[in-house]
């Protein structure tokens, strides 16, 4: 798996006004590997998410996966690479009326899968997570940690290659946030699959291998290409 971003721009018409969203981008993601998205508000990181997607396309420079140029799908192309996302956004979106197992199967149930593999599948993934025993639990009676962690398994059931997370632990205070990225940062590097975590706190961008300074769209040189901080390996585990 490789996506990979060469000299990308992406504009915005606003009020008379050109915000360049993104200027120029160039990184890459690996297997396994775990890129942290690090900027303030405004710096451009769901832009850069929603190109990974291909929800928008670049007016200037390529994005491709697995050297496929994203905005050389057909509709029904670009829908089937979406759904071989997983996704991790800051609102939960979960269905309220839905157990947490329906909930983690809902990726797959749109997908065309029959009900009992669907529910199987996203089975494994509620277990992983730790949340084996709220399977029949709506959104409701979970806590905001909890809530997440159906989130991540919504996301890893159908084994994506390439999660986009778009600040997963915004709303979670420090612990939780830490146990959320350690979940998920595991699950990255033992399944293979890559990471891309857009987040505003230094403390979560400590928890990738590799951390893209954006700033007013562009990225800007971090002197050591290394997080700030790494995060001691207790606070890894949940
Ligand atoms: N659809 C849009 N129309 C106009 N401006 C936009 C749109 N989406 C994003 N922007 C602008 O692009 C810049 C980057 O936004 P965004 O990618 O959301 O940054 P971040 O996720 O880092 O907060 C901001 O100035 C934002 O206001
Ligand atoms: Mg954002």
Redesign the pocket.
């Known amino acids: 798996m490789t996506l990979e971003l060469v000299g990308a721009a992406k504009r ?1 018409a ?1 009020g008379g006004e050109t ?1 360049r ?1 993104i200027e120029d981008v160039s990184l890459t993601v690996g297997a396994g590997e775990v890129v942290a998205l690090y ?1 303030p ?7 850069l998410l929603e190109l990974a997607a291909g929800t928008l396309h670049p007016d200037r420079g390529t994005v491709r996966f697995d050297g496929v140029d994203l905005p050389t799908l057909s509709p029904a192309e670009a829908t089937a690479y979406r759904r071989s996302l997983g996704f991790v956004f800051q609102r939960f979106h979960l269905h309220a009326g839905a157990s947490a197992l329906d909930n983690a199967a809902m990726k797959l149930l749109l997908a065309g899968w029959p009900p009992g593999r669907a529910k199987q599948a996203a089975a494994v993934w509620l277990k992983r997570v730790g949340l084996e025993r709220r399977a029949r639990h709506p959104p409701s009676k979970l806590s905001m940690g909890e809530q997440q962690r159906v989130v991540i398994a919504r996301a890893l059931a159908g084994e994506p290659k390439l999660i986009l997370a778009d600040e997963p632990t915004a709303s979670l205070d420090t612990e939780r946030s830490r146990a959320i990225l350690g979940l998920l940062t595991e699950i990255a590097r033992e399944r293979s699959v890559g990471l891309l975590l ?1 987040t505003h706190d230094p403390d979560a961008a400590a928890f990738a291998d590799r951390v893209c300074d954006l700033r007013d ?1 562009r990225l800007v040189a971090r002197p050591d290409h290394r997080p700030t901080a790494t995060a001691p390996a207790g606070d890894r585990r949940t």
């Open positions: 915005f606003s915000v969203a900027g508000s405004g710096s451009g990181k769901t832009t857009a769209g």
